[in-house]
């Protein structure tokens, strides 16, 4: 059974940075697009970042571009979102998912895309 493990969110203050990482058990991730996804209360999972099964193409949010980096780590089965100069709007739940194809070129932006989620961890900045 496939297992993705977040960790690594917390409260940090505006300005500061946190590393997120995902952890799989039950399936290498090495074949596999990966993303982060967000969620604040009351509003909508929303797209991150994404990388692909290689790590040469990455995509981003505008509201994220130049501030958050999504990585990969293939012999550790593990993907990373690194977010710096956080602001109080990054606030949310974030979950990372393995999408549903095998060796695509570019990650992709719709939920619907990703099969496996892991449970969420919780960031929130503070102002």
């Known amino acids: 059974q496939v297992q993705l493990v977040e960790s690594g969110g917390g409260l940090v203050q505006a300005g500061g940075s946190l590393r997120l990482s995902c952890a799989a058990s039950g399936r290498t991730l090495s074949s596999t697009a990966m993303g982060w996804f967000r969620q604040a209360p009351g509003k909508e999972r929303e797209f991150v970042a994404g990388i692909n099964w290689s790590g040469r193409s990455t995509l981003l949010a505008d509201s994220v571009k130049g501030r958050f980096t999504i990585s990969r780590d293939g012999a550790k089965n593990t993907a990373f979102l690194q977010m710096d100069n956080l602001k109080p709007e990054d606030t949310a739940v974030y979950y990372c998912?393995?999408?549903?194809?095998?060796?695509?070129?570019?990650?992709?932006?719709?939920?619907?895309?990703?099969?496996?989620w892991g449970q969420g961890t919780q960031v929130t900045v503070s102002s």
């Open positions: 998912a393995s999408d549903r194809g095998i060796y695509s070129s570019n990650p992709r932006r719709r939920w619907e895309d990703y099969d496996y």
